[in-house]
């Protein structure tokens, strides 16, 4: 299981600025000139942005400090596993006489790929008919989280 990456501040840069703005009142009520030619909407401005610029490097976590918390956590780490492929060939029929081998046979070929994780395999497949039927779709998608069953 990993653990979840703390915001511990997700303002953004017009958040900032509007709460700098909104306490020009309180503390220069004689302040009234807030367009952003005014020198102080611009000192504001400048101030929200390196402000977003701390809180971003503030949100992040090196990977020393987040493997130390799940060892005080006792959450042991994954090892390191790679993703996986695959490649298939599918071939069937279905009739309404259910008569066997007396329908047209339906093939299609895809790839899928899978990525490993805390919570079970990301699945991404894709698959064309070989010999698609008419009005048929020309390629399927399936995203799923999980094992197949």
Known sequence: MTVP??????RSYDQILAELVARIPVYAPEWTNYAPSDPGITLLELLAHLGESLLFRFNQIPD?????????????????????????????????????????????????????????????????PVNRAPGGDAFELYIGLGEAF
């Open 64 to 128: 020393q400090t987040r493997l130390w918390l799940l060892h005080l956590l006792q959450v042991p780490p994954y090892p390191p596993r790679s993703a996986t492929g695959l490649v298939a060939f599918d071939a069937g029929q279905v009739t309404a006489s259910g008569a066997p081998l007396a329908g047209t046979w339906r093939m299609g070929a895809g790839v899928g790929a899978r990525y490993y994780t805390s919570i079970g395999p990301i699945r991404l497949d894709v698959a064309v």
């Open 5 to 10: 990456t703390p915001v511990l501040d997700d």
